[in-house]
């Protein structure tokens, strides 16, 4: 696995953040410029009203959306599509994320069709899985799991330079519960294998991300797991301190 891409550390602002926010795009910025000798690549993804003004300020930190529309375009209002994205600067899109699967019932169907989308306009696909708590306790963690990918990820068109996979348990965003560590690893290592077995050698080198309460004094332990290629961070990403607390807790 010694050609793995980076690690990649993201933070999903989800629905916060307004334009004074963007000071903390600057902060992280200025972090960067003082640890040249970063481990991880950093993302931040804005809502979509600071995207804009996100991918002028960003230098190093590459920015992502949170969610995309399949078509092209077309007459789908208060929609945005992945060529629009890309005329911005922006170079990822979050896909699928359970709080999308859950507000607007977006089916893994659809998930496909997103991803797809972003491949057409050159965006790499952030595609979220994980399971909720009652599937996690009827032992139904790892179906879940591996359905949603599956279904989630074309196997045409898709490889380790566009798809990052972010394995998000459901009960454990925003709440502070983390799985154990043994649990993270497991779950990282069946969807490794998942990933080969649709992809090949590219589902060797696909970055495998946790997602859920991470923060800076547990983010060392996490990413130490076998087959934890970064993180997707939610409330620890909105300020740059708290977010970079991450990053020198375990890539620096
Ligand atoms: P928290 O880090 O706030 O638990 O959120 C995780 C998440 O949903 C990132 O997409």
Known sequence: MTDLPKPLVAGNWKMNGLKAALCEVDALEEKIASHLNLKCDLMICPPATLLCSATIAAKKVEIGAQNVHAAFSGAHTGDISTEMLTDIGVTAVILGHSERRADHGEKSAQVAEKVAAAQRAGLLAIVCVGETKEEREAGQALNVVSRQIADSIPIEGSNADNIVVAYE???????????SVNDVAEMHHSIRDLLKG?????GDKMRILYGGSVKGSNAAELMGVDNVNGALVGGASLKADDFFAIVEAAYL
């Open 169 to 179: 348990p459901v009960w454990a965003i925003g709440t502070g519960l983390t799985p």
């Open 198 to 202: 649709m992809f090949e050698r590219d």
